[in-house]
């Protein structure tokens, strides 16, 4: 690996590390069983992880791989923005992210900074573990604000991740063009295979 595949990796180390951050977020969805974003974290771990190997080891089809993902990953972030914030009839009480599996909402919509439940045991039944949850007050931000700018986070870094991955698909493109152009990948250069019969003709005319 020459000096500019190293300056290249370094580069973009930093963005494959910002992108890693989906890992804090997928914990969140566990807790929230939050099923279709666990889904997609999980995709998106293993393709940084394949996207950071293909630069590392000089594999151009695994960076064309993860910058088609980045496309798709912003598609999905920009989905749960509109999802959160309710935009072209999409609800942020509906299950669609629980695959319609269950009725949980986001962690953050009973644990975000500063909220406090409210809950209050249920008529005629007794028990220590027979409560109902009634409501959620004192949050600073509300969750889907939460949400929003994870998504919003994960869109600026995929979006500097796309650019810098489409560099190097370029250098390493160019490099490989200019290693044919002087025939590094020909075993059988042309003017080898050319030199036995001039030989055998200049034979031929002495006789």
């Not at 910002?18 to 914990?27: K, T, Y």
Request: charged share 15%; glycine share 6%.
């Amino acid at each position: 690996m020459n000096i500019t595949r190293l300056q290249i990796v370094f580069h973009l180390f930093p963005s494959y590390l910002l992108q890693l951050a989906a890992l804090e977020r997928q914990v969140f969805d566990f807790l929230g069983y939050q099923w279709a974003p666990i889904l997609a974290n999980f995709l998106h771990i293993i393709i940084v992880i394949l996207g950071l190997f293909g630069t590392i080891q000089y594999r151009p089809r695994y960076i064309v791989v993860y910058a088609i993902w980045t496309a798709v990953w912003v598609t999905w972030n920009i989905f749960i923005i509109c999802f959160y914030l309710e935009v072209g009839g999409l609800s942020k009480e509906s299950e669609l992210l629980t695959f319609n599996i269950s009725r949980h909402q986001s962690w953050w919509s009973e644990n975000g900074p500063g909220c406090v439940r409210k809950e209050a045991p249920m008529a005629g039944i007794k028990g220590l573990d027979s409560h109902s949850y009634i409501s959620v007050i004192g949050c600073a931000l509300e969750y889907r604000y939460i949400e929003v700018m994870h998504s919003s986070v994960q869109i600026l870094v995929a979006l500097v991740g796309f650019v810098y991955a489409c560099y190097v698909i370029s250098v390493f493109t160019e490099e490989e063009d200019s290693f044919d152009f002087i025939g590094g990948f020909d075993p059988f250069p042309l003017y080898h295979v050319n030199e036995k019969p001039t030989n055998l003709l200049f034979k031929q005319t002495y006789l």
